[in-house]
Structure formats: C-alpha cells, structure tokens
C-alpha cells in the first residue's frame, strides 16, 4: 500500500490526468464532429438556448471512466476476492444507460424504449447487490431501488436544461460523496477513483458547457450520469451507517434527500406545474426551476452559481449530518427534512410567482438535452 503523500499526489494524478484527457477528448470532437446529436429532421424542440450545438459531451464520462476502472487494476492490489458482483453491475448499467442515450442522441428513441431501458439498469443494479437498504424487505428495497435508478435518469436528463446546471450538480454530489473519504481517511477503493475521475471529466466538460456553451452532454451523458450518480446514492448516502456505524433510517432518508435536493426539487415542481396545466410531465418546456429563475431577472451564469453553491451547501449539510453528528435524533430529521422542504417552496414559489404563461411551447419529448 502507497504511503500517505504518495497517495495523495496518485489521486490528484487521476484527477489532473481525467480532466486533461476530457479536454482533450472534447477539443477533438468539436473539431471533427460537429454536427453529432444535432437532430436536423426531428420535430421542433423546445431549448432554452435558441442555436443548436453537438451534444457528445457524455461520450467524454464514459471514457475516462472505463479508463479509471482499468487504472484501479493497475495500481492497486486486488487481492483474491478481487472480483465484486456490484462493480460488474455497475458497469454493465452505466454502459446499457450510455447507449440508450447515444441512440436517443442520434435516433430521437421512442419514450417505452427510454423507460425500459432505465428500468433494466436498475435491475442490473439490484441482481448485481447494489440496492437500498431501509424497508429490511427485499421486494419493498428492491421496488424502491429501482424507482430511485429510474427516477435519478429522468432527474438528471430532465436538469440538463441550462448551460452547466447538470454538470455543476453532478460535481456536488460527487465532491460530497469524496469529501467522506477525506474526513474519515479511509483507504480509497474503486468508487474513490471513479468518482475523482468523472469528477476531472466534468470540469473538462464544463470548459465548453458553461455559458455560452459550445457543446451540450447529450443524453449519453445524462442517461450514464443518471446511473452513475444513482450508484454512488445508494452506496454513499443510502447505506451509508454514518458517524457510529448504527443503522438508522432516518438519518440516511434525511441525509439523500438534502444531498440530491436539486434534481429532486426541479423534476418534482416540473410535474406539479405541469399536470396543473393538465399537460405532460414527460414534455419539453422552458418550465424549470433554472428558466424561472432566469425569468425572474438572473443571468445563465448567475443561475448556474446559485444552483452550484446551493449544491455544495446541500452537501456540506450531508456531510455534518455523516461525519460529525454521533447520535441522530428527531430534532435532527426535522431540521434536515425542513430545510428541504424550504428550498423546494422557495423554487416552487418562485414558478409560480413568474407565471406558468411563460412555459410555452409544451411539445417534444424530455429527451432533448438543454431544451
């Protein structure tokens, strides 16, 4: 095993090494391919950014995180219980999420094909032991299991409406889930370099996503990232013991509630508004949370920092609650669950408030990214 320093300069190698590699993957797709994922014959869709841009950004994740699996073989020892049932799972899932978005990227997928395909990542997910732990039932864990999968697919792509606002989002929650192993020092596995490795391949992206952004991520990046963020839910937050390693539901409902506050927050005031209309949920529309909060007088970078700064205050919360509270009481769950519960008003209120006038041209699938 590497000492302490020799560590740390390997896994900020990883991470130097993903984002450069992003960078470069990036920079050579916009050269060569700009025209992929642009649907020149397809029906009119709904984008808050009036031109049209290539949207290959999630071939980058995938990428450099096939290179930070085989990079994990190579540098650290893998001992004869190497082989991990859930780490196949969670390739296999991340992959099959990939390639459904890369044809909705290139086809324009019919919707049944879209769900079905997310459903059987969650599947995968569950058959390869990685799955919620909080009903001690298999069935009700596993129902819940692969809502959450599905739900965090949609949730993603569905966020993946403003420049940067997906990838930002995504950055937080994986910086949270990386800041534990900091805090605790625990010796880094497989998920550590996979998480510091799409971590690198993020801000890569964000070079030619932030406003005004020269590429979209695709549904190939918000389908893998869907199950990649979904994974490390469910082994960071959700089955995560805390402070004192005692299983205790309420922390850790709490805890991936505040944590994935945004994607949740946004796809859930999307669907009230519209089944209020009595549209579609599953609609295009420039009826986010982000568009509203540009409605109300923000600028696209100012709302990319506001959700960035919110995602990290979110996850800082997640990590006090993980790390630095020894007996978790109900005082503790309402102050977490209210919090939630506040951010959700104040953007729900905030739609409203701008007027549901504003969310015109309800007519594509949510498929498209930055719609």
Same mark, same amino acid.
Not at 69 to 92: H, I, K, N, V, Y
Not at 107 to 123: E, I, M, N, S, W
Not at 199 to 227: E, I, K
Not at 248 to 277: A, E, Y
């Given at each position: 095993?590497?000492?302490?320093?020799?560590? !740390?300069?390997?896994?900020?190698?990883?991470?130097?090494?993903?984002?450069?590699?992003?960078?470069?993957?990036?920079?050579?797709?916009?050269?060569?391919?700009?025209?992929?994922?642009?649907?020149?014959?397809?029906?009119?869709?709904?984008?808050?950014?009036?031109?049209?841009? =290539?949207?290959?950004?999630?071939?980058?994740? *995938?990428?450099?995180? %096939?290179?930070?699996?085989?990079?994990?073989?190579?540098?650290?020892? &893998?001992? +004869?219980?190497? !082989?991990?049932?859930?780490?196949?799972? /969670?390739?296999?899932?991340?992959?099959?999420?990939?390639?459904?978005?890369?044809?909705?990227?290139?086809?324009?997928?019919? +919707?049944?094909?879209?769900?079905?395909?997310?459903?059987?990542?969650?599947?995968?997910?569950? *058959?390869? $032991?990685?799955?919620?732990?909080? @009903?001690?039932?298999?069935?009700?864990?596993?129902?819940?299991?692969?809502?959450?999968?599905?739900?965090?697919?949609?949730? #993603?792509?569905?966020?993946?409406?403003?420049?940067?606002?997906?990838?930002?989002?995504?950055?937080?929650? *994986?910086?949270?889930?990386?800041? &534990?192993?900091?805090?605790?020092?625990?010796?880094?596995?497989?998920?550590?370099?996979?998480?510091?490795?799409?971590?690198?391949? /993020?801000?890569?992206?964000?070079?030619?996503?932030?406003?005004?952004?020269?590429?979209?991520? $695709?549904?190939?990046?918000?389908?893998?990232?869907?199950?990649?963020?979904?994974?490390?839910?469910?082994?960071?937050?959700?089955?995560?013991?805390?402070?004192?390693?005692?299983? &205790? +539901?309420?922390? &850790?409902?709490?805890?991936?509630?505040?944590?994935?506050?945004? +994607? /949740?927050?946004?796809?859930?005031?999307?669907?009230?508004?519209? #089944?209020?209309? $009595?549209?579609?949920? @599953?609609?295009?529309?420039?009826?986010?949370?982000?568009?509203?909060?540009?409605?109300? $007088? %923000?600028?696209?970078?100012?709302?990319?920092?506001?959700?960035?700064?919110?995602?990290?205050?979110?996850? @800082?919360?997640?990590?006090?609650?993980?790390? @630095?509270? =020894?007996?978790?009481?109900?005082?503790?769950?309402?102050?977490? %669950?209210?919090?939630?519960?506040?951010?959700?008003?104040? /953007?729900?209120?905030?739609?409203?408030?701008?007027?549901?006038?504003?969310?015109?041209?309800?007519?594509?699938?949510?498929?498209?990214?930055?719609?």
């Amino acid at each position: 095993m590497f000492s302490g320093d020799r560590l !740390f300069f390997i896994l900020t190698g990883i991470f130097i090494a993903a984002l450069v590699f992003s960078l470069l993957v990036n920079s050579v797709f916009m050269r060569f391919f700009r025209t992929f994922g642009i649907r020149e014959n397809a029906p009119k869709v709904v984008r808050w950014n009036a031109s049209s841009k =290539p949207a290959f950004g999630g071939i980058s994740f *995938l990428l450099v995180f %096939l290179f930070a699996f085989a990079l994990d073989s190579a540098l650290f020892e &893998q001992g +004869p219980t190497a !082989f991990r049932s859930e780490l196949l799972g /969670l390739l296999l899932s991340a992959g099959l999420g990939f390639l459904m978005g890369l044809a909705d990227d290139a086809y324009d997928t019919r +919707p049944l094909l879209k769900v079905a395909t997310q459903l059987a990542c969650g599947f995968i997910l569950v *058959l390869s $032991g990685t799955g919620i732990h909080l @009903f001690g039932i298999p069935v009700l864990d596993g129902a819940l299991t692969i809502l959450w999968v599905v739900g965090l697919m949609n949730a #993603i792509n569905m966020l993946d409406n403003m420049d940067a606002i997906a990838a930002l989002v995504c950055l937080c929650i *994986l910086i949270t889930a990386l800041a &534990q192993f900091m805090v605790a020092r625990t010796t880094p596995d497989v998920n550590t370099i996979l998480m510091l490795a799409v971590c690198g391949a /993020l801000c890569g992206f964000l070079f030619f996503n932030w406003h005004p952004s020269r590429m979209y991520m $695709g549904d190939t990046g918000s389908q893998f990232l869907g199950v990649f963020i979904a994974y490390i839910g469910i082994r960071y937050f959700w089955n995560n013991t805390g402070y004192n390693g005692a299983f &205790q +539901p309420w922390r &850790q409902v709490s805890i991936t509630f505040v944590v994935f506050l945004l +994607p /949740l927050v946004d796809t859930t005031t999307v669907t009230i508004n519209r #089944i209020m209309r $009595g549209t579609s949920p @599953f609609v295009g529309g420039k009826d986010h949370t982000t568009h509203h909060l540009g409605y109300a $007088g %923000l600028t696209d970078p100012q709302v990319a920092m506001a959700f960035g700064g919110l995602g990290l205050f979110s996850g @800082f919360l997640g990590l006090v609650a993980l790390r @630095f509270i =020894p007996e978790w009481s109900p005082l503790y769950t309402w102050l977490y %669950l209210g919090y939630a519960v506040v951010v959700f008003l104040l /953007l729900f209120g905030i739609t409203r408030k701008s007027g549901n006038e504003r969310a015109d041209g309800l007519s594509h699938p949510e498929a498209p990214p930055n719609e």
